[in-house]
């Protein structure tokens, strides 16, 4: 039923945020627990929840192995995408529309984390190679990740000495169009369009999602904050 629906929602949201805590706090045992639970709760695979899975692995080993991991995320990518492939056709709906463009988001976190891990251990091509595919289709992607995608882009460029590959990157950054969510109060009113961020418009919900970001940082290069955070949780 709706109700049965609405509260096993808000019972996977309350534990994705549990287990976001626990991963912040370095409680990576409890942190697995609960992205178990979560996905229990999901009852099939869920890209998001495998991802965040083998991450907070990845933390509770010390970060040690980045190879193995690298190796696990692509399986993890293949899986979604060979599901998808069979999912194709039979989502019409507007709900399942709805879910598809979540899963692609996920897939897009995943993907820069794989491109994190390759540029961690020196397999530069790679690291461009899927650095390049998440750029060409970076429009309707996250804004917080897409600056992600954008300024790694250029420091493959430049590690590779090829400043002449990073015009369309510059270009695109420079647009004023570019990251309206994120640096709306640096970037100059554009006629006809309202920035997003006032009330209402899903803001808090989109700034939720940005800790599942993986950062540059030495020791957490493929480290993405749990992505099972409420935004993600809310995928029944």
Not at 53 to 58: G, P, R, S, V
Not at 77 to 90: H, L, Q, T, V
Request: charged share 30%.
């Amino acid at each position: 039923s709706f109700a049965q629906g609405g509260a096993r929602a808000m019972s996977t949201t309350n534990v994705a945020r549990d287990a976001f805590d626990a991963f912040h706090s370095g409680d990576n045992s409890k942190c697995g627990q609960l992205l178990e639970q979560i996905s229990g709760f999901k009852g099939s695979f869920d890209v998001k929840v495998a991802h965040n899975k083998l991450l907070n692995e990845y933390y509770k080993s010390g970060c040690s192995e980045p190879q193995h991991l690298l190796t696990q995320l692509t399986q993890a990518y293949d899986r979604a995408r060979e599901r998808d492939k069979k999912d194709k056709g039979r989502k019409k709906r507007d709900d399942d529309e709805e879910d598809m463009y979540r899963e692609d988001e996920d897939l897009g976190v995943l993907r820069y984390n794989q491109a994190l891990l390759c540029l961690q251990l020196r397999q530069h091509a790679q690291a461009t190679l899927i650095l390049e595919e998440l750029f060409e289709n970076i429009e309707p992607i996250d804004d917080f990740l897409a600056i992600k995608i954008c300024f790694l882009l250029l420091e493959l460029c430049l590690l590779q000495r090829e400043p002449e590959q990073a015009v369309a990157v510059l270009a695109y950054l420079e647009k004023p169009t570019a990251f309206l969510t994120v640096l709306r109060s640096e970037r100059p009113a554009v006629k006809g369009m309202d920035p997003p961020g006032g009330e209402g418009d899903g803001s808090d919900a989109k700034g939720e999602r940005t800790a599942e970001i993986a950062t540059t940082e030495p020791k957490a290069a493929a480290a993405a904050a749990v992505a099972a955070v409420a935004a993600a949780a809310a995928a029944t």
